[in-house]
Structure formats: C-alpha cells, structure tokens
C-alpha cells in the first residue's frame, strides 16, 4: 500500500480536540484451555531418554462442549474489541471513538455474559470430566490438574476498562499526537484491504457474503468517527466507498453479475483516484 497520510503539526487545541474525541481501552483475559503440561511425565520423560531438553509432555484432561463454546467466545471478545477499536502506539492500550463506547461495551459484555454462563455449565459438569479424564488417561491422570470450580472462575475472566485520554501534560501530548498517526495509517490500511477484497469478491462467482460489506460499511463509518487529523483522503474515500456497501443488499448482488462487476470497478476506480490501489 502506497503511503499517503499526511501528518500535520499538532499546537495544543489540536491536541485537545484529539483528546475529546476518543476513550482509552483496555482488555485483560485469562481462560484455561482444557489441557496442561504434565510435569511428573516430563520429569519421567527426561529421565527415560537422558536429557533435560524435553521441556513439555502435554495432555487433554477435555474437550467438553461448553468449555470449547468459552474459549471461542473468548477469541470473538478480542475480535470483537479489535474490530470496533483502532490501535494505539502503547500495547494493550486501544482506542475507541467517544460516541462509540456504548456500542462497544455492549457488544464485549454480551459476549462476555455468554462466556460466564459456559464456564458455568461447564463447572456443572465437572464431576463428569474429572471421571471421563481418569478413564481416557489412566495412569497419567492426576485430579490436581483439573482446576476446581473458584479455580476456574478465576482463570475465565473478560475486564475491561475506559480512560478518559489524558492531555495537558508534555509527555500525554506527544502520545496523543503518535496516537492520531498510528490511527490514519491504521484506518487507510483497513479502507484499503475491505475494498480490495470486496473487489475480489465481486470480481468471482458470486458468492458474496454479507461479512463482506457489512465490514466495508464498519471501516467506513470508522473513518467518520476516528479521522482524528481530518485527512482528506481517507475522508474522501470513506465517503465514495460507503455507498456501495449500502445501497445493495447481498441478495441483489449475487444475484446480479452486472451489478457486482459495477461495484467492483466503482470501488477500484476510488482506490485509484485517490492513490490507495
């Protein structure tokens, strides 16, 4: 992708129109994933083959239904917060668009509700797999390994929080300003691949998915929200993609060939006009 972003200098009521147009977010997780490594059998391991380089003998103490069904969900809580927060110059921390939080915690707490009540049913369910674990392991079985149900609900956890953006203060400044960059080089990258692959799709056989302008339509409404530095392109291109993803359902263009190659060649004369091809 060809750079284009422009970034302008920042004086400070820049800086504190950036400040108040976003929240800070983090996320912290924890899960147990169902297996472990078994220590005494790879103690037992080194010891049979003469070398301390077998650092792990792993094993599946389950694959229970609501356990998986929690640990996907835990994966969906951190695409989902990805995909409705952009980037920022310190890991962990992500931004959010100030009129977006509702949205946002709406939709991680949801997901995080549906996890809760798996690790419940399957703390529910854990005498059944203490005794199928015994079953499939024999001798390897070791109980301890299971944690017990205050173990669980402390290893399955969903946190996060909002920080107002700080501003006022030299060091908070210089990272607000980064942080606007990072944004405009994050948000020019997703306009660009989302309308690539809705090209690609387009351009094929007609299986179109409703993923597919379902995320050019995020991006774009993204870009309204979080073009903190106002850049021109990236305004513009959100404002010439947005209508494609809009004003066709998904029936309509794998329906038509006509019209998907329309939107194809729409969406790739955008790209080109404006230098993002």
């Given at each position: 992708?060809?750079?284009?972003?422009?970034?302008?200098?920042?004086?400070?009521?820049?800086?504190?129109?950036?400040?108040?147009?976003?929240?800070?977010?983090t996320l912290n997780q924890g899960k147990w994933a169902g297996s472990t490594?078994?220590?005494?059998?790879?103690?037992?391991?080194?010891?049979?083959?003469?070398?301390?380089?077998?650092?792990?003998?792993?094993?599946i103490l389950t694959e229970n239904v609501h356990l998986k069904a929690a640990?996907?969900?835990?994966?969906?809580?951190?695409?989902?917060?990805?995909?409705?927060?952009?980037?920022?110059?310190?890991?962990?921390?992500?931004?959010?668009?100030?009129?977006?939080?509702?949205?946002?915690?709406?939709?991680?707490?949801?997901?995080?509700?549906?996890?809760?009540?798996?690790?419940?049913?399957?703390?529910?369910?854990?005498?059944?797999?203490?005794?199928?674990?015994?079953?499939?392991?024999?001798?390897?079985?070791?109980?301890?390994?299971?944690?017990?149900?205050?173990?669980?609900?402390e290893k399955f956890y969903n946190k996060f929080r909002y920080f107002a953006?700080?501003?006022?203060?030299?060091?908070?400044?210089?990272?607000?300003?980064?942080?606007?960059?990072?944004?405009?080089?994050?948000?020019?990258?997703?306009?660009?691949?989302?309308?690539?692959?809705?090209?690609?799709?387009?351009?094929?056989?007609?299986?179109?998915?409703?993923?597919?302008?379902?995320?050019?339509?995020?991006?774009?409404?993204?870009?309204?929200?979080?073009?903190?530095?106002?850049?021109?392109?990236?305004?513009?291109?959100?404002?010439?993609?947005?209508?494609?993803?809009?004003?066709?359902?998904?029936?309509?263009?794998?329906?038509?060939?006509?019209?998907?190659?329309?939107?194809?060649?729409?969406?790739?004369?955008?790209?080109?006009?404006?230098?993002?091809?």
């Open positions: 992708m060809k750079q284009t972003v422009n970034i302008p200098s920042l004086n400070n009521q820049t800086i504190r129109k950036i400040a108040e147009r976003i929240q800070v977010c490594n078994h220590k005494r059998e790879m103690r037992e391991e080194q010891r049979r083959h003469g070398t301390m380089r077998i650092k792990k003998v792993e094993v640990l996907n969900l835990h994966g969906k809580i951190y695409n989902t917060h990805r995909k409705l927060s952009l980037a920022s110059p310190i890991d962990g921390m992500r931004i959010v668009a100030a009129g977006k939080v509702f949205e946002h915690s709406a939709a991680l707490s949801e997901l995080i509700n549906q996890s809760s009540n798996e690790v419940e049913k399957f703390i529910e369910q854990r005498p059944e797999v203490v005794i199928e674990a015994r079953k499939a392991l024999n001798d390897l079985f070791d109980e301890t390994l299971i944690p017990k149900p205050h173990e669980l609900r953006a700080p501003c006022g203060h030299s060091d908070w400044d210089a990272w607000l300003g980064e942080t606007a960059q990072a944004i405009q080089v994050e948000l020019q990258d997703r306009i660009v691949q989302t309308a690539r692959h809705l090209i690609e799709v387009c351009s094929g056989d007609g299986k179109l998915y409703g993923s597919v302008l379902e995320k050019l339509n995020d991006v774009c409404e993204m870009a309204g929200d979080l073009n903190l530095l106002d850049d021109p392109i990236i305004a513009k291109a959100a404002e010439e993609l947005k209508p494609i993803a809009t004003d066709f359902s998904v029936e309509v263009l794998r329906d038509n060939e006509i019209l998907r190659h329309e939107a194809a060649r729409k969406a790739s004369d955008i790209l080109s006009v404006l230098d993002l091809g």
